[in-house]
């Protein structure tokens, strides 16, 4: 089991930037990946960003590209999602997920992919 808690949340003007964290717990020495997911009110739960643990190799949305950045600290087995230039369309529920095994590009954008989930954390950004 791996259990992850999301923080660092919050409400933020449009341009402005925040920095979520990920802490991860339990068997985490068999994770492969860790990846940030959004859900905005009313619409499917988005990917965000993901990494690999070990190799940290990146994965970005074409739509935070260049704006978000994604890293981990191994030896506090967290993960951090760096949020600048935010747009009110940012706003959503954040989730941190974990995967236990490989997938290529294209899986490591697919919830599927993640066996764990944290319980999420709230961004909110006003125009």
């Known amino acids: 089991q791996v259990q992850l808690v999301e923080s660092g949340g919050g409400l933020v003007q449009a341009g402005g930037s925040l920095r979520l964290s990920c802490a991860a717990s339990g068997r985490t020495v068999t994770t492969y990946a860790m990846a940030w997911f959004r859900q905005a009110p009313g619409k499917e739960r988005d990917f965000v960003a993901a990494i690999t643990w070990s190799g940290g190799i990146t994965y970005y949305a074409d739509s935070v590209k260049g704006r978000f950045t994604i890293s981990r600290e191994y030896t506090k087995n967290t993960m951090y999602l760096q949020m600048n230039s935010l747009k009110p369309e940012d706003t959503a529920v954040y989730y941190c997920?974990?995967?236990?095994?490989?997938?290529?590009?294209?899986?490591?954008?697919?919830?599927?992919?993640?066996?764990?989930w944290g319980q999420g954390t709230q961004v909110s950004v006003s125009s």
């Open positions: 997920a974990a995967a236990l095994y490989y997938s290529d590009a294209v899986g490591r954008r697919r919830e599927s992919s993640y066996e764990y």
